[in-house]
Structures are given as structure tokens and as C-alpha cells.
């Protein structure tokens, strides 16, 4: 068992705890990674805000990761220790139908259990102060050790930048994938993103990689057009700035809507918005955003049957094990952009104050 500090959310609603917390040995199977990186992201947030229905305390939450394997459980062949390694969200166990199938990589393996915050057999392996803790999203990224499934962990080139490429483990690999994966934006489209933070200004580098030649950034806080205008956006607009509709806006604008939008914010009024913006006859909007539980989508179903079409995306629809080694690789031959996307770097027990920059948009 090793003993090591780990952020531990008690309960929703309250800032997160520095313990000390025992992590136990791997079980068949399982991988235990010390985590050097890890990045915040609203997904935690939300959780955190106890919104999420799959929420559950006391947690250890995390997921945008990298590390080094520092034991492996009996079975595991893919990892050995002292591989450097991004643990993975959505697993990918290369068995199950949605892993056989190329149009999905939505691997189901281990959904349930992860769902309910344990490993696959249905134990944890963290525990504080005598309590069992939880496991969040399959990887608890917020502790200086964690366990994960062998199946839900990436082996990356050891010279990567851990600082940097626990990006990959979700916001710039999801935005990016939706772009390139997901929409397919094709070379001189016109693209519309809603929301340019880390996950929007992904999408931007996508379309951009894909040969976009119109980029529209929409976001309410305009100190993140500069940024915006950096990873590729050719404009960025405010919906306050308009006395119309957003979407009426950008179909003027744009000659009749947009080839592609992106909704980035987990906002159902804004993914309404990002459909009615796409083109007559061959629009596609990607929903990326993650909404609030319970929460419902609507338009007038005229849009869809007048030629538009409605998607989502999770993880930028990259099949996790085979994926994420080759986007590390497309960092390091500076294909796509990481470093840009690291606004601060803040020592472990300054958890909350990185929680705090996300909130005010820093």
C-alpha cells in the first residue's frame, strides 16, 4: 500500500481536501500510475457542483492525467513498470461490439463500474482517515498515485512532456477529434464554435488542421478572442452584441449558416442556437458540451428535415488505446498545438485556486 497526498472531495459543493490517502497494489488487470500532471477541467467542476446523477462522495476526481506505471497487476501485458502513460476516460478493451466497430469508440467494458465510482471487480483502492474513497471517470487523476484498469491506459513516447500532454487525456483531444473525426470539416468550409475555452479553441485547431477557411469564435467573455484568433479563428462575435438571435446573425453573416457548428459549453439553448446556424440542405452541428442532468434539446424539427444534422462527440470520438499515443506523436512533430492551450502551472496543494481560474474564465 503506498501512501500519498490526494485532492479528496467529501461532498458537493465543497472545495476539495488535501489528505493523505492509501492507494492499494493493482489487482489482475490493473495498472498503478504516479500521476506527475494533471490538468482541471469543467468536468470535474461539474461533478464537484453535485449536478452530475453519476456523482458520488467521497471522491477523488481527475481525469486529464499522465504519469509513469509504477506496478502492474497479475495479466497485464501492455504496460510494464516505468512506461510513461495518459490514463484513459473511455477505455478501449478492443472486444466488446462497440470496440469492433470502427463508427463508435464508445468501449463499454467497464461503463458500469466506472459509472459507480469502482474498479471492475466493485472494490476501490483508495482509502482516508478509515473510508473507502471513490474512483471518478475510471482514472482519480487528483492523487500523487492512482489505479486504473489495464484498459483504460495509453503507453506514450517517454521524452513527451507530462506537463503538457495530460492535456490529451481529454479537453484538446475531444475538441480537436470533433473537428477532424466527428463533423469531418472539410478544406474551405465555413465553421462556427461556440465557447473558446480549452475544449472550443481545440475545435478552432481542427477545423483550421482540416483546411477551414472561416472560423467564427463565439464567446460572452471577449479576453478570449485574442487566444481565439491565435489557434485559428478568422472572427470572434458576442451574442450581446446583436439585437437578434445569435443564430439569425450568423446565417446573415455567413450567406444562409454555417457548413459546421461546435457547441462547446454544456448549454441546451446554445446547442438550439449552433443547429439553426448551420446551412440549409447540408449543415452539421457537433454537440461536444456535456448539459446538467435531466436537461432537454429542442428545435423545430423543419431544421432537421430541411437538410441539417444533429451529432455529439465524447473523447472527439478517438478510439482511446490506438489514439492517444499517435496525438502525443502529433505533438512532438508539432502538428497540433498543447503548450498554447496552459494558461497557468500552480503546485498540487493550489488545487482550488486552479478550480477558481476556470470558474472567472482565467
Known amino acids: 500500500v503506498i501512501k500519498c497526498k490526494a485532492a479528496v472531495a467529501w461532498e458537493a459543493g465543497k472545495p476539495l481536501s488535501l489528505e493523505e490517502v492509501e492507494v492499494a497494489p493493482p489487482k489482475a488487470h490493473e495498472v498503478r500510475i504516479k500521476i506527475v500532471a494533471t490538468a482541471v477541467c469543467h468536468t470535474d467542476a461539474y461533478t464537484l457542483s453535485g449536478a452530475d446523477p453519476e456523482g458520488c462522495f467521497p471522491v477523488i476526481l481527475g481525469h486529464e492525467g499522465a504519469g509513469i506505471v509504477e506496478s502492474v497487476g497479475e495479466g497485464v501485458t501492455k504496460v510494464k513498470p516505468g512506461d510513461t502513460v495518459i490514463p484513459l476516460y473511455i477505455p478501449q478493451c478492443g472486444e466488446c461490439k462497440f470496440c469492433k466497430n470502427p463508427k463508435t469508440n464508445l468501449c463499454q467494458k467497464i461503463r458500469i463500474t466506472q459509472g459507480k465510482g469502482v474498479m471492475p471487480d466493485g472494490s476501490s483502492r483508495f482509502t482516508c482517515k478509515g473510508k473507502q474513497i471513490y474512483h471518478f471517470m475510471g482514472t482519480s487523476t487528483f492523487s500523487e498515485y492512482t489505479v486504473v484498469a489495464d484498459i483504460s491506459v495509453a503507453k506514450i513516447d517517454a521524452a513527451a512532456p507530462l506537463d503538457k500532454v495530460c492535456l490529451l487525456g481529454c479537453g484538446i483531444s475531444t475538441g480537436y477529434g470533433a473537428a477532424v473525426n466527428t463533423a ?151 502538428k497540433i498545438k498543447v503548450d498554447e492551450f496552459v494558461t497557468h502551472t500552480l503546485p498540487f496543494d493550489k488545487i482550488n485556486e486552479a478550480f477558481e481560474l476556470m470558474h472567472t474564465g482565467k
Not at 482540416?210 to 478572442?225: M, P, Q, V
Not at 487566444?227 to 438571435?245: H, L, M, Y
Not at 445569435?246 to 449558416?257: C, F, S
Open 184 to 334: 469531418k470539416v472539410e478544406r474551405g468550409s465555413t465553421c462556427a464554435v461556440f465557447g473558446l475555452g480549452g475544449v472550443g479553441l481545440a475545435v478552432i485547431m481542427g477545423c483550421k488542421i482540416a483546411g477551414a477557411s472561416r472560423i467564427i469564435g463565439i464567446d460572452l467573455n471577449k479576453d478570449k478572442y485574442a487566444k481565439a484568433k491565435e489557434f485559428g479563428a478568422t472572427e470572434c462575435i458576442s451574442p450581446q452584441d446583436f439585437k437578434k438571435p445569435i443564430q439569425e446573425a450568423l446565417v446573415e453573416m455567413t450567406d444562409g449558416g454555417v457548413d459546421y457548428s461546435f457547441e462547446c459549453i454544456g448549454n441546451v439553448g446554445v446547442m438550439r442556437a449552433a443547429l439553426e446556424a448551420c446551412h440549409k440542405g447540408w449543415g452539421v452541428s457537433v454537440i461536444v458540451g456535456v448539459a446538467a442532468a435531466g436537461q432537454e434539446i429542442s428545435t423545430r424539427p423543419f431544421q432537421l428535415v430541411t437538410g441539417r444534422t444533429w451529432k455529439g462527440t465524447a473523447f472527439g470520438g478517438w478510439k482511446s488505446v490506438d489514439s492517444v499515443p499517435k496525438l502525443v506523436t502529433e505533438y512532438m512533430s508539432k
